[in-house]
């Protein structure tokens, strides 16, 4: 099974600044042409949301704050600037086998 | 628009079993797999499995071979997540989730408390 290590476990990070999640897999999970790699938002009492697909590519209606990038077995989410409605939990998520596994999660929090 | 729409909260006891279902709209029920995701209290995520919503052919995580099983009601646009013999560490948030790949829409979630 491809092991996901999201880092860090939480940040808390001021109004405005960047908060920089990275989520590596302990093999690749891209081809030359796509990378299997997702990202999603979870608060409190709700599900999951999508945000990137694809290692970078956003999801429709999600702002533009959000961004994402890498390949192969390193990955990275940005939120910048942040807002007060990003106090969730990130999530990466590969597709590249069965069985689908997740990161364990960063907890984003306001300073 | 598109929606899952899951059953409500159920409280059962070790030993018993439960019936979650999931009503897709909005969308051709066939057109995409289904999957399930575990969440148990103060924890992350955890895929169960998906069913093809074509052949309904079910895959099961190995951690949830067994007791385990996802079954479709096509004309109905329906699938359910069913649990035997209910354990305490059943206890958690059960979410289905349309996939293309990636988890695109989710359901609201249904918890399941396991409680003697």
């Known amino acids: 099974d491809i092991v996901l290590t999201q880092s860090p476990a939480s940040l808390a990070v001021s109004l405005g600044q960047r908060a920089t999640i990275s989520c590596r897999a302990s093999q690749s999970v891209s081809t030359s042409s796509y990378s299997y790699m997702h990202w999603y938002q979870q608060k409190p009492g709700q599900p999951p949301k999508l945000l990137i697909k694809?290692?970078?590519n956003l999801e429709s209606g999600v702002p533009a704050r959000f961004s994402g990038s890498g390949s192969g077995t390193d990955f990275t989410l940005n939120i910048h600037p942040v807002e007060e409605e990003d106090t969730a939990t990130y999530y990466c998520q590969h597709s590249w086998e069965i069985p689908l596994t997740f990161g364990a999660g960063t907890k984003l929090e306001l300073k | 628009q598109i929606q899952l729409v899951q059953s409500g909260p159920e409280l059962k006891k070790p030993g018993e079993t439960v019936k979650i279902s999931c009503k897709a709209s909005?969308?051709?029920?066939?057109?995409?797999?289904m999957h399930w995701v575990k969440q148990a209290p103060g924890k992350g995520l955890k895929w169960m499995g998906w069913?093809?919503?074509?052949?309904?052919?079910?895959t099961y995580a190995d951690d949830f071979k067994g007791r385990f099983a996802f079954s479709l009601e096509t004309s109905a646009s329906t699938a359910y997540l069913q649990i035997n013999n209910l354990k305490n560490e059943d206890t958690a948030t059960y979410f289905c989730?349309?996939?293309?790949?990636?988890?695109?829409?989710w359901g609201q979630g249904t918890t399941l408390t396991v409680s003697s």
């Open positions: 694809y290692a970078s």
């Open positions: 909005g969308y051709t029920f066939t057109d995409y797999s």
């Open positions: 989730a349309r996939s293309s790949s990636y988890l695109d829409y």
């Open positions: 069913i093809n919503t074509e052949t309904g052919e079910p």
